[in-house]
């Protein structure tokens, strides 16, 4: 008796081959589009989450600069010594807030083309414990004693320096506080960078290497606005290319940051923010 034989035709292993394939094919490029899917996603979040970020670092840096503490010198200081690039001792009080557009300065050579640097100054809001970091600034300062209108009312130095000012209203020691002076701009790479003046082993000014503080970041441009009128509101905008601008009658300030993400099949995002100086050239009362 010929036993009889089992098995898959031909057709039917050529249709069990086909759909095979055919799932195999769906599966990859489910999988495809679902890494695409997350990549998209993740590159999208990680935009945002850095214009956030640097979004609200600069409006805080903005809101605060010009904060000295007690603080009404007996002659206006710094006023030769404000720009951008400056490194001189007093590091440009009266001028908390300058900026330039398009032109590259030494400070700031692999800025990106056609994009603003923005420097600003003010001391921490708290005071310093101790003052013996010699890399550092300090400013000690009070308001003017009514008495001796011509004695010294500040003092600005790098740590372990003698600070010997007194408070006049209790005869004790003025207040002492970190300096912080800054420049944010965007590389020629698009991270956008933060530079901090410290002291080298010399004591002498220098700025410190470009601290990253977000990358993917295509365009930083800043308006400057100017109150004119003497009510503290801005009357014009500006940019940083104006020639001989006026910033002392600097009020507000507004900067847009255009945002792009890793994965450019994600639309770019621009944050735009008007910040109002709130602590510019704080004086004592009269």
Known sequence: MRLRQHGFTLLEMMISLALGVFIAWLLIDLVVGSSASMNTLKSHTEMHENGHFLSSKLSKEIRYAGYLGQFSPSSTPGSTN???CSKGADIGLDHPVVGKYAINGSCYADKLV????????RADFEIATTHSDKTRYYL?????????????????AIGDSTFDIDNWINSSGADI???HRKIYYLRDDNVFVEKEIVADSLGKPSWSDAKPLA????????????DTTDDRIADSYLDGNTADIDWENLVSLEFTLLMQAPVRAVSNRVYKQT?????LRLRQPD
Do not use: C, H, M
């Open 82 to 84: 404000y720009w951008v």
């Open 177 to 179: 506080r970190q300096f």
């Open 275 to 279: 910040i109002q100086i709130i602590n």
């Open 114 to 121: 056609n994009t603003d640097v923005l420097a600003l100054r």
């Open 140 to 156: 000690q300062s009070r308001f003017r004693d009514p008495s001796d209108i011509n004695g010294e009312n500040y003092k600005l």
């Open 215 to 226: 990358d993917g970041v295509e365009n930083f441009q800043v308006l400057y606005g100017f």
